[in-house]
């Protein structure tokens, strides 16, 4: 009974109690860190499948699984995996829905119940986010070239208090920071302020380019626009950033995207 409750809320919630969904997206990012090529592999094969298959049979679509670029110092050392959602609720119900779930925990046997002393990762981190203002859902990149070229940049920017963090939220959206970034070919997958993790107060938001060049030229005609020249100059907007933490990303062959 329990299992068939949560398997109707889940379903219900993703499409909106009154038929449509919220007007901006929640976004859970599970970061998975690796002591070695054995917990890769079996993490690797849980996420392909049992994790996502049974994700999208309760309608959660455009999951994203990424690694980081072997030139990285974390090269091969975590996977990153993002999860949309249309509802916070939808958010919380998943775990007790996927625990309930047979077929999940049959696929994802190895991976659930493998030993203590053979774990098949280290630490899994969550971070809780919620989408910008002016990018409400996730957008699906529209790339052609091959996977291993393709440049997922996450960024983290800190704010040293929480006003100073939203104030660069305001920069983002209020400021023009996302048209600009569009002007200038950066394909965005999400921009969202971050509402539970481990460098708060902090925004998280990933662009994506068909390789290294396309994207070194993107952040070179960026930083010399003239909007971001007015823009990082403006009087309001001083001081918002205390640290910005970047991650160069590829996408797993059997990503979403």
Request: with cysteine; charged share 25%.
């Amino acid at each position: 009974m329990k299992k068939a409750i949560l398997f109707v809320c889940l379903g219900l919630l993703h499409l909106g109690l009154n038929g449509q969904s919220n007007a901006r997206e929640y976004y859970q990012l599970r970061i998975y860190s690796l002591a070695n090529k054995a917990q890769e592999q079996l993490t690797d094969t849980y996420l392909e499948e049992a994790f996502l298959p049974s994700l999208k049979r309760y309608g959660i679509e455009n999951v994203g699984v990424f690694k980081t670029r072997p030139q990285t110092t974390d090269a091969n050392g975590k996977i990153y995996v993002l999860i949309p959602f249309k509802s916070i609720i939808e958010f919380a119900l998943l775990d007790d829905t996927l625990n309930a779930d047979e077929t999940h925990q049959k696929k994802g046997k190895a991976f659930l119940d493998a030993p203590h002393d053979r774990p098949p990762y280290q630490r899994m981190e969550s971070i809780l986010m919620e989408a910008f203002v002016d990018m409400p859902e996730l957008a699906v990149p529209n790339l052609e070239g091959p996977r291993k070229d393709r440049i997922y940049e996450l960024r983290s920017y800190e704010g040293a208090t929480e006003n100073k963090y939203r104030n660069k939220v305001n920069m983002f959206n209020e400021g023009g920071e996302i048209p600009l970034f569009e002007e200038l070919g950066f394909q965005a997958v999400f921009y969202a302020e971050v509402l539970s993790g481990s460098h708060m107060p902090n925004l998280m938001y990933m662009t994506v380019h068909e390789n290294q060049e396309s994207r070194d030229a993107s952040w070179q005609s960026f930083r010399e626009a003239p909007k971001w020249l007015r823009l990082k100059a403006d009087p309001d907007y001083q001081n918002n950033v205390s640290k910005n933490d970047t991650m160069f990303l590829y996408p797993t062959d059997y990503s979403d995207y």
